[in-house]
């Protein structure tokens, strides 16, 4: 049963690429993506030859997403079950009503029956369905704002001023092991802090950003995706108050144009 494989499947795939999982190998995970995305173009290729009305929007490694007229949807899938006898490989169908896409990595949904799915860092966060212990829980209230925007026509400005959970606007900074001597610049001076802190942009304009040194060339750079003006609440003792809502108005209208292009807001289908 191809639906009872997939969630043990995707697994072990994103697993394949962790270096810190015992199944890790690198040459398997590539060889993996590189025949995948030969077969789904092979399919593409068909489709595009023999569907007049066929209209790749966007594909990837396992789907392809199109537009294709009523009357030609016949034709389609006697093309489709071919290439699945052929493979050895069972599609799966979802019909969509809406969606918006940054990239082929990044992307939001409408399903017809009113499922909302989204692809891409920008609107994931919580458990990964890849690999069991990557849990990302940066910028919820940002994710939160995106779909906010695009689904029902909620501007950044309300789904932030709505939102009071200081959890939703946290960022796990790391300093890999690559770097050395993690410190946050204030007008105090240099203050050193952990390598992995939780921070939230700041309305103290006296709280700089993050910084660290590279071990191979002794730089010091910022740490990357992270405000101007830092607060940090590995004690969970941040409050609401402390937090600069515009910051991530700003972020959320940045993100929205990155799926728009700066138009009104852009859909397919």
Not at 182 to 208: E, Y
Not at 221 to 236: A, D, F, T
Request: hydrophobic letters at 35%; one cysteine or more; aromatic letters at 10%.
């Amino acid at each position: 049963d191809g639906t009872t494989l997939k969630t043990p499947l995707n697994i072990k795939s994103g697993a394949l690429e962790n270096q810190y999982n015992d199944l890790y190998d690198p040459l398997m995970a590539r060889s993996l993506r590189i025949t995948c995305q030969l077969l789904m173009i092979e399919l593409v290729v068909r489709l595009k030859e023999h569907v007049e009305s066929f209209h790749l929007i966007n594909f990837n490694t396992d789907g392809l997403m199109y537009r294709v007229k009523l009357k030609d949807v016949g034709l389609l899938d006697g093309i489709m079950s071919d290439w699945q006898s052929e493979k050895r490989i069972t599609l799966e169908r979802d019909h969509i009503k809406r969606v918006w896409i940054k990239d082929v990595n990044n992307l939001l949904a409408e399903y017809t029956d009113g499922e909302v799915h989204t692809v891409g860092g920008y609107l994931n966060y919580g458990h990964s369905e890849k690999a069991g212990f990557n849990i990302n829980n940066n910028w919820i209230v940002v994710a939160e704002g995106i779909k906010n925007y695009f689904l029902n026509g909620i501007s950044p400005e309300q789904t932030v001023a709505e939102d009071n959970n200081p959890f939703h606007y946290q960022y796990i900074a790391k300093s890999s092991r690559k770097f050395k001597d993690p410190h946050q610049v204030t007008s105090r001076g240099k203050i050193p802090v952990q390598k992995v802190n939780r921070v939230f942009a700041s309305r103290d304009k006296s709280l700089g950003c993050l910084f660290h040194t590279s071990l191979a060339t002794g730089s010091v750079n910022k740490i990357s995706n992270l405000p101007e003006n830092c607060i940090l609440g590995n004690r969970n003792e941040v409050t609401i108050e402390q937090i600069d809502k515009d910051w991530y108005v700003s972020l959320i209208w940045k993100r929205i144009n990155d799926y728009t292009g700066g138009r009104k807001q852009l859909t397919f289908l």
